[in-house]
């Protein structure tokens, strides 16, 4: 069984941050990329940012220059901080790893439950 708990949402005003976490639990053999995406009522799901198990990122175009994820593979945790805050930043914030658990000989990918970030004053 692998689990993946999210926290660190919430409400902030415009200008505003805030941090979440993604910690992956379980009989996990080895993690390969972990990222954030989210989704806006009405909208698609889409990608925030990513990070590869070497430490190679990527980001949204919207987020570029105020979003910052990081890893701590030690903890098989995966950090979004979120900077210089807009309300079209609101929406659910989900956790993805593809990881690889003990009983299987293939990677997966696995979501969080989904935290509620809103950025209103």
């Known amino acids: 069984q692998v689990q993946l708990v999210e926290s660190g949402g919430g409400l902030v005003q415009p200008g505003g941050s805030l941090r979440l976490s993604c910690a992956a639990s379980?009989?996990?053999?080895?993690?390969?990329?972990m990222g954030w995406y989210r989704q806006a009522p009405g909208k698609q799901r889409e990608l925030v940012a990513a990070i590869t198990s070497g430490g190679s990122t990527n980001y949204g175009d919207s987020v570029k220059g105020r979003f910052t994820i990081s890893r701590d593979n030690a903890k098989n945790t995966v950090y979004l901080q979120m900077n210089s805050l807009k309300p079209e930043d609101t929406a659910v914030y989900y956790c993805?790893?593809?990881?690889?658990?003990?009983?299987?000989?293939?990677?997966?990918?696995?979501w969080g439950q989904g935290t509620q970030v809103t950025v209103s004053s």
């Open positions: 379980g009989k996990i053999f080895a993690i390969d990329t």
């Open positions: 993805n790893v593809r990881l690889r658990p003990i009983t299987t000989i293939r990677f997966e990918n696995y």
